[in-house]
């Protein structure tokens, strides 16, 4: 291949693209962790960082730093290799997803074939690495924090795959580059709503994210499967955290945005637009939600996400074979049809005002004949 | 309880009015009592308590159904047992006092009658050294495993501070 | 053949020691918890790494130099704890407190409340995963706390309250700081309502987890929010009336089924009888001193008393017995967190490890008054 009038190898483009990608996700993870504090920082009514650098911008170099110089401890009874091992086979995925990302036309490291089946199948990998990290860290909370995580990969995968099906059936493809190509008159997104909504869950849920962080808890398991690694080692899972976060956000801009296709401005700044979108949505559910109990997440995946994305399936076949005005009625019969049984849901919930009902003092009282003064 | 379910309430019951009442319910024990401070403070030999405690609750006119606070008093001369009473149903209170020896701390527990006496017996009891029988699970609550001693009886002193009141007393002009 | 599975694959219940530095533990609590999976079949409650002696240092020490070991108990309202204390020694020496120190210490009981019911709410998002009810709790508290700094001096341990009556009057401009806080309160209210009181994820959490029967709540001697939510109005400012309280209009908020939802609900809702109180509160407000003729050296005679008032957390009594000396001779603490927590064991069974720090969250223990 020839590149500015100098021939180069294919392998030696690959290793170029391979150093490209890991140094680009380095650094947009460094900026994420700053964008992410921030965002959630305003949402809170305060700054974020401030102090280092103009309002904190240096804020991610800083821990980075501090990061590598912590001490690294591993407990004595862990697994050594194991508890050593897991953060990089948790990192490597997050890589791996980027090779398969069209960031613009042709700018991409390998243009696979079978891209949107590999972009949903080497994030799987991870768990394999926070499982590791859960049982080599020899702690219970650890344990199960990773036992947390593999119930949880289960029960995501399947509607994720089922929801992205629908964008195969209308790109006629699973190579991601043909995929963007085939949204130059419009994007997915828009024959695609419930997919799209679908894709976010799951991916959050396989992200370790709130709502779905449940692995991860604070609160409950403390940091799961994170809970006995310091310094660059917990640093890695970190970035493999907002790694991930940008892959999610980067597949979902190119499988139902459109990835870089886009009027007027330059192909990868619409590609960089899209992809910010969504994680500033991430972002922004993180600072909103709370956590949803390990038992409920997989009664939501199995009893509702999983039957909308078969329906989303079957929507998609209906545009397929009968166009747009076959297609416009069902998804709006669909999705009122789908609120108005949520609404129903919700009303048969017990009443859920509490306050001011009748007490049962008051009932007891009576019962023991209370002398009403 | 909105402002309309006030009336409901029953009205507050002075001691001299549930004295006759303890009275009756307490028939055939060895008691004594005597309103106080707006409480009527009813005296019971540690034997008898916690039969006094059961009676006291499953009293269709009285039912203390609510243990206030169970404390240990150290008078010198002896322990004491003190349950606050109160009924949530009748509204109204009283105090009843156990006298237990200070050579022989025993007194049967009252967990059955009301379980919120479970921490209060065992702070009780390594405060004071009082034994609670039939208590289930009578171990440290408060203090590390292996401390020697009972803080809160007087014989007890803290750093050299005298823990004796008449000594204090002196201390302090 | 699920038989043969079970014996093949037997499972363990697994030991897990939460706390004492577990960061939903409310500070030094720790339990351990016997569990299947994630089912928690069994519990066992640890206190007292913040064991003081409080109650024998009390046994040390004059009335006036116990007043600050009370704001070290319940230090998230320092203000009702020291209440309660100086009422007792005000009933047995019966020293009667003037009209204007009645009312600022209302309206300081009912502010700490509110700023104690906010701390929860941040809290108890906090354990449910939620980071922004933290920062929104917050934010609202540090309003009020500005009002204790400009009373008391302090933040968190004010010595505000004396033995018939206050320290020194309140600033000149208390009523109009606090009139112009409330409606921002309210503000801060509703918007902690709208984010958090009515999210799905929210109510999918709280709604049944260990509900609490009415009965229960009385036998196990549970106070405050957590027996209200039980259905049983029992709040003490208006079922055993002290201090002022009667002179005020203000409703009691009761759960139906004694939930985690209804424990949380409760205690939001008080925080708006609460700004009714100290509206009235303010507005009857008279002028005139605020200390009464209590003697300077304080004896009072020999004599016992038991005095309880309603603090956020619940039930707050004190014991006091007087051997007519100028220190108590014994002075136990009813802490409400105390016999609440003593619920937890049964309150936990059967729940998930998930809704073990939401059901924590929901007694609202603080640890300085659990274990004195």
Redesign the interface.
Known sequence: MDIAGVYLDPVVISIIGVILILSFVLLTVLFLTYLERKVMGHIQMRLGPMRVGFHGALQAPADAIKLLVKEDLIPATADNWVFRFAPYVVFAPVLLVFMAVPFARDWVVANLDLGLFYIVAVPGLAIVGLFMAGWASNNKYALLGAVRCVAQMVSYELPLVIAILGVAMLAESLSLSEIVKKQDVFPFILVQPIAFVIYIVASLAELNRTPFDIPVAESEVIGGPHIEYSGMRWGTFYLAEYGNAFAIAAICATVFLGGWQGPGLHPFVWFMIKTYIIVFLIFWLRATLPRLRVDQLMGFAWKALLPLSFLNLLLTAMFVLYGWLVFAIAIVVSIAAIVLGYAIWRSRQTSRQAS?V??A??L???A?G???? | ???S????????RTPEEIQPLVAGCLRGLEFEAKP??G?L?VTIPAASAVEACRRLKSD?DL?F?????L????LGEGLEV?Y?L?S????H?M?LKAAVAKDDPRLASVVGV???????EREAAE?FGIDFEGHPHLK?????DGFEGH??LKS?T?GG?P?D?EE??VK?G | MSRTVETEFPTVDMMLNMGPQHPSTHGVFRIVVTVDGERIVDCEPY??YL?R?V???C??Y?YRQVIPLFDRLDYLSAFNSEHTLVMAVE??MGIQVPERAEYVRVALNELNRIASHFLFYGTFGMEAGALTPFLYGFIARERIQQIFEAVGGGRLTHNFMRVGGIKYDVPADFKERVLELLPYLEQGLSDCVNLLSENEIFLARTRGISPMSAE?A?????SGPVLRASG????LR???PYSIYDRF?F??P?GANGDTYDRYVIRVEEVNQSLRIIRQALEQMPDGPTIGNAPRVIRPPA????V?TECPRG?F?V?L?S?G???P??L?I?APS??N??ALRQMLQGTYVADSVMILGSLDIVLGEV??
């Open positions: 001011f009748r007490p003092t008051v007891l009282i009576e023991a209370g002398d009403g003064q | 309880m909105t402002d379910d006030r009336v409901l309430l029953p009205r507050m106080a401070f409480e403070v269709p039912r159904d609510y243990l206030r606070c404390s240990g008093v150290d003190v606050h109160f949530v149903s009748k509204r209170k105090a009301w379980k919120g006496a479970d921490w209060h405060m440290t609550l408060l203090l590390i803080p809160l007890f803290i501070i823990s009141e204090a007393n302090n | 206190i007292g064991h002696g109650e024998k240092l046994e040390n004059g009933k047995l229960d009385i036998d196990f001697g549970l049983v109005a029992v709040d208006r079922y055993d209009e409703e009691i009761v004599g016992e008393v038991y309880r039930d009594g014991y017995v051997k000396g100028p220190m001779y014994r136990k009813r105390f016999c927590l003593m274990d004195r």
